[in-house]
């Protein structure tokens, strides 16, 4: 859909929203409750004393859809609106009246990015070649949420094909940061992060290849979870790599991290993968929450990942900062230095063959399978030639790949496990807990401008789970985060530390209402 056209169609959704059977449009914003910046937990409880419910969240958000993403600054971060959305929740609140009531997430409204395979929705993973295309099912993660009684608000626009980490594609254009709308929220799941960080949603899901989950986090002052390669089913997610595709949470908070956590974190016969977190996997990342986990726990800051150039510094000093509070609240930490980690990280296409070899075999064993897809294979997307020029040179770098380069995908992928075992070699000689950096050294790039910075291969080249925080604002008044990397299936740890660490600082700030163009004085 031409992007001139998304937010008429968008208006016109809205007021089908509107009068539903049965519907009434009630007041975006309860007389005695405002869900602006509110946790799932208080959202759940203010359902639950009636307070509010499920259609007039709903509601309330699609108002702030209405008059942030579409009209004056144009955050653009949705794709689509469920056109069900409302009707859904009014079911929600009669189960509630009847004393029904699934969990955490019952008649809570949450946004997925536009990969995600979702019934009665276009899925076009931000890609014009895709336009149309409508899967018959769910991916695995987005029926996890509707059985929890999670409400699928709205698609989100993305990094086309997730193929980068500036949120741009054919389908939609490019995703504005809330912060200051001349830059990227990062990349490739922006658009989710931008609608959660603007309150256009109580809650996100993206993907995370290399950093698309904790890049866009970092950039919008979220919390951002890469779980152990494994923990979480990559069934129904468009392809771009399937050995480092995962999904995970993008929200407001560590608590509302671990409660979407909860709920992605299953065993699922069809994709093997998953079941390698067999028994792996606490009852619940939300019980393991607690305020004193930084007290004794032995933090490792990784010095390569910190400061590589000297632009580097601004975000490296409020990285450092917020790692000085942690030892204010109890933690040691010990700087480390790992220079031979990095040729084995970055050997072949600076750490990116695996994925680019990937994403030609992925996406084309992917679109054989889809009856009513409009293309057929990634040599097919190139010759229709609508997608967006940023990706060019990704895509065809895949299709370039040969069968000859099958040697040499091997060779990276036992250079992976290497990288692996270096790391938890480092953290077990340390007594580490945790390594810290940030997850990008630089500010967020502007819009149609490279982003420089990323410490993404980490966590997605050695299958570790990362957590991403808000470390706090540079001197241009732009997010950074911090990124904790942990042991295998050690999310739990991570989130209780990261938890611990936000309760203490208390280190959101949600975005200018208005949505300035600029944040910052002094920027350049």
Not at 83 to 110: F, K, S, W, Y
Not at 164 to 188: C, E, H, K, Q
Not at 501 to 521: I, K, M
């Amino acid at each position: 859909m031409p992007a001139s056209f998304r937010p008429r169609c968008r208006r016109l959704v809205l007021l089908a929203l509107a009068v539903l059977p049965g519907a009434t449009w009630a007041a975006p914003v309860p007389a005695d409750f405002d869900p602006l910046e509110a946790t799932l937990p208080e959202l759940q409880v203010a359902m639950g004393s009636g307070r509010i419910t499920a259609v007039a969240l709903v509601d309330y958000y699609l108002a702030r859809i209405e008059a942030l993403d579409d009209a004056g600054p144009a955050l653009n971060a949705i794709a689509a609106i469920n056109p069900n959305a409302r009707q859904r929740a009014a079911i929600l609140d009669l189960e509630r009246a009847e004393g029904r009531v699934r969990g955490p997430l019952h008649g809570i409204p949450v946004v997925v990015k536009d990969n995600f395979e979702t019934r009665g929705m276009p899925t076009t993973a931000g890609s014009a070649a895709l336009a149309g295309f409508q899967p018959e099912r769910d991916a695995f993660v987005v029926r996890r949420l509707r059985e929890a009684g999670a409400i699928i608000l709205a698609k989100t626009n993305m990094h086309e094909f997730a193929y980068g980490i500036t949120s741009v594609g054919s389908a939609f254009g490019s995703v504005r940061n809330p912060y200051d709308l001349r830059r990227t929220p990062g990349g490739s799941s922006g658009g989710s992060a931008a609608a959660v960080t603007a309150n256009l949603a109580a809650a996100g899901l993206g993907t995370d290849t290399c950093g698309s989950v904790r890049i866009p986090a970092a950039f919008t002052n979220l919390v951002g979870v890469r779980a152990t390669q494994g923990l979480i089913s990559r069934r129904g997610i468009v392809p771009l790599s399937h050995t480092q595709d995962i999904a995970g949470p993008l929200t407001r908070s560590v608590v509302d991290a671990a409660l979407l956590l909860d709920v992605l974190a299953a065993v699922d016969e069809a994709d093997p993968q998953t079941a390698d977190g067999y028994r792996r996997r606490p009852d619940s990342y939300l019980e393991g929450l607690a305020p004193g986990a930084l007290r004794g726990a032995r933090i490792g800051l990784l010095e390569e990942a910190l400061l590589v150039e000297p632009e580097d510094g601004p975000v490296a000093a409020v990285v450092g900062e917020a790692v000085n509070r942690m030892q204010a609240l109890g933690a040691t930490i010990v700087r480390v230095s790992m220079p031979e980690l990095w040729p084995t990280l970055e050997s072949r296409l600076s750490g990116f063959f695996v994925l680019v070899y990937d994403f030609k075999q992925d996406i084309n064993a992917y679109l054989r399978d889809q009856a009513n897809a409009p293309v057929g294979s990634l040599a097919e997307i190139l010759a229709a030639g609508v997608h967006h020029p940023e990706v060019d040179a990704s895509l065809r770098a895949s299709e370039a790949m040969a069968a000859g380069s099958r040697r040499d995908y091997l060779a990276e992928l036992a250079h992976r496990d290497e990288a692996r075992r270096r790391l938890l070699a480092l953290m077990a000689k340390e007594r580490l807990d945790a390594l810290a950096y940030p997850a990008v050294r630089r500010d967020p790039a502007r819009i149609g401008q490279s982003q420089p910075g990323s410490n993404c291969l980490l966590s997605a080249n050695t299958g570790l789970p990362a957590v991403v925080v808000p470390a706090g604002f540079t001197p241009r008044g732009l997010p950074a985060g911090l990124e904790l990397l942990g042991v295998p299936w050690g999310e739990a740890a991570l989130l209780a530390l990261a938890y611990d660490y936000e309760q203490a600082t208390r280190p959101r700030r949600a975005p200018p209402a208005d949505l300035r163009p600029a944040a910052a004085t002094g920027d350049r």
